[in-house]
């Protein structure tokens, strides 16, 4: 069975809450990568920035729709969710767009399980943790890879 030791990427490149959003959006633009692990100043993984966060901002502000029923207005959107969307048309920083507190996966995790997540929950990027800490990350290009035939199998 493959796992995501078997095909995650460990040479890692981050970026930090305060780092501003078009050095993040050259990133993963010039390494040609869809996400990047958010790290505090400890190290720590505290978020996901991925291409769509940053896309959101070139996103028209979603006016909440109503409508009334029995007299009363119904709120289509909620405010939370307008606040989040507002939140991330405007950031500056990596904080503001980031996706605090990510899904993330362990080494020993299956390829099924990270595919059912990706084609699920429509993740593209997944950080891989281990005791806490960042061991690497798996991506669709890297589960993707693993449907091409081996040199040995060729």
């Not at 490149?13 to 990568?33: F, G, Q, S």
């Not at 990047?36 to 291409?51: E, F, H, I, M």
């Not at 409508?67 to 289509?76: E, K, N, S, V």
């Amino acid at each position: 069975m493959i796992t995501v030791k078997d095909i995650m990427t460990t040479d890692l490149i981050t970026v930090t809450p305060d780092m501003d959003i078009a050095r993040a959006a050259k990133i993963l633009l010039d390494n040609r990568i869809n996400g990047v692990p958010v790290l505090d100043d400890s190290g720590r993984l505290v978020g996901l920035l991925c291409q769509s966060d940053l896309i959101t901002q070139q996103k028209k502000l979603p006016i909440p729709t109503l409508f009334t029923f029995l007299d009363g207005l119904i709120r289509l959107t909620s405010m939370k969710q307008l606040e989040k969307q507002v939140g991330k048309i405007a950031a500056l920083m990596v904080s503001e767009a980031m996706t605090p507190m990510p899904v993330t996966v362990r080494p020993d995790t299956g390829l099924e399980t990270v595919a059912a997540l990706m084609v699920d929950s429509n993740f593209h990027t997944l950080p891989v943790v281990e005791d806490s800490e960042l061991v690497g990350i798996i991506g669709k290009e890297d589960v993707l890879r693993t449907l091409l035939p081996t040199s040995e199998s060729i």
